[in-house]
Nanobody
Framework: QVQLVESGGGLVQAGGSLRLSCAAS????????MGWYRQAPGKQRELVAV???????NYADSVKGRFTISRDNAKNTVYLQMNSLKPEDTAVYYCNVVLGGTGYRYWGQGTQVTVSS
């Protein structure tokens, strides 16, 4: 079992920045991928950014050049630095971990990010 705890969400003005953190605990053996998804009201959950254990990254087109994902394996923590925030970035952001072998996905409770215009 893996537990994920997000932090860092909040209210920010357009053009501002936030940094999200997600700390993993529990049975985190063979933790392949850590990343972030988001879900806005009335929309499906979408990928924001992910990073593999080897450091490879993938970003949604809408956030490329503005968001940066990083990972501290020693602390079992993944971060999302969000710059130049736009109102359309408003959503609940969820941390996600994928374990190797089974490919099972674990999700955090989510943290609200609200960007005012």
């Amino acid at each position: 079992q893996v537990q994920l705890v997000e932090s860092g969400g909040g209210l920010v003005q357009a053009g501002g920045s936030l940094r999200l953190s997600c700390a993993a605990s529990g049975n985190i053996f063979n933790m392949n991928t850590m990343g972030w998804y988001r879900q806005a009201p009335g929309k499906q959950r979408e990928l924001v950014a992910v990073m593999s254990s080897g450091g490879y990254t993938n970003y949604a087109d809408s956030v490329k050049g503005r968001f940066t994902i990083s990972r501290d394996n020693a602390k079992n923590t993944v971060y999302l630095q969000m710059n130049s925030l736009k109102p359309e970035d408003t959503a609940v952001y969820y941390c996600n971990v994928v374990l190797g072998g089974t490919g099972y996905r674990y999700w955090g409770q989510g943290t609200q990010v609200t960007v005012s215009s």
